[in-house]
């Protein structure tokens, strides 16, 4: 049971690139969320998704998409990297019957 | 609209002494609060969390938090500080139903000084 898993571990993209975040998660968990993290801002939701096909927004979902074709995947597609997008991304899952989220490992992403 | 507060965004203690990090929320239904601990390049994992059970709740680690309705507060505390414990330590907020999701204070990073 590997739990939250996220692929890259760090990343450079130079502006205007485009890149795909991995999340899959092995604990069969229907809720999924993609946060970023900024020093001294604390996290703010991108998107989450409630099960397999249903994805909604967060606070701050500008520059971002995300699928759900699997319970298990869910990645965030970054189009058109700008530096206001470099950050640590995590990804978190949980049950519908819990309200604790567990948490990847992060995806430190540099926009020059 | 829910929020929390973290008073203080580092805080250093000597090792063996009281660990007390303050986090007020803002509600307009009960909450559910919750405490996460990040520690150096890793995922959070929660710490303890409160869900209109017992007002004293107890996590691991030795950490436990009281949840002040009359204060809004739910402060985290731990009696005998350990260099482990350093990391950074954030509050978190959510409504007691369905989907909803939870939002984060801006965190408090505790130094412990040996």
């Known amino acids: 049971n590997a739990g939250v898993t996220q692929t890259p571990k760090f990343r450079i993209l130079k502006i205007g690139q485009s890149m795909t975040l991995q999340c899959t998660q092995d604990m069969n968990h229907n809720y999924m969320y993609w946060y970023r993290q900024d020093p001294g801002m604390g996290l703010k939701l991108i998107y989450y998704?409630?099960?397999?096909?249903?994805?909604d927004k967060g606070e701050v979902p500008n520059g971002y998409n995300v699928s759900r074709s699997t319970t298990e995947d869910f990645p965030l597609r970054l189009e058109l990297a700008a530096p206001s997008q470099t950050s640590v991304y995590f990804c978190?899952?949980?049950?519908?019957?819990?309200?604790?989220?567990?948490f990847g490992p992060g995806t430190r992403l540099t926009v020059t | 609209a829910q929020s929390v507060t973290q008073l203080g965004s580092h805080v250093s203690v000597s090792e063996g002494a009281l660990v007390l990090l303050r986090c007020n929320y803002s509600s307009s239904v009960p909450p559910y609060l919750f405490w996460y601990v990040q520690y150096p390049n890793q995922g959070l994992q929660l710490l303890l969390k409160?869900?209109?059970?017992?007002?004293l709740v107890k996590g691991i680690n030795g950490f436990e938090a009281e949840f002040k309705k009359s204060e809004t507060s739910f402060h985290l505390t731990k009696p005998s500080a350990h260099m482990s414990d350093a990391a950074e330590y954030f509050c978190?907020?959510?409504?007691?139903?369905?989907?909803?999701?939870?939002?984060f204070g801006t965190g408090t990073r505790l130094t412990i000084i040996p």
């Open positions: 978190a907020v959510s409504r007691p139903k369905g989907n909803e999701k939870l939002t």
């Open positions: 978190a899952s949980r049950t519908s019957a819990s309200y604790e989220q567990y």
């Open positions: 409160y869900t209109s059970a017992a007002t």
């Open positions: 998704s409630v099960g397999a096909g249903i994805t």
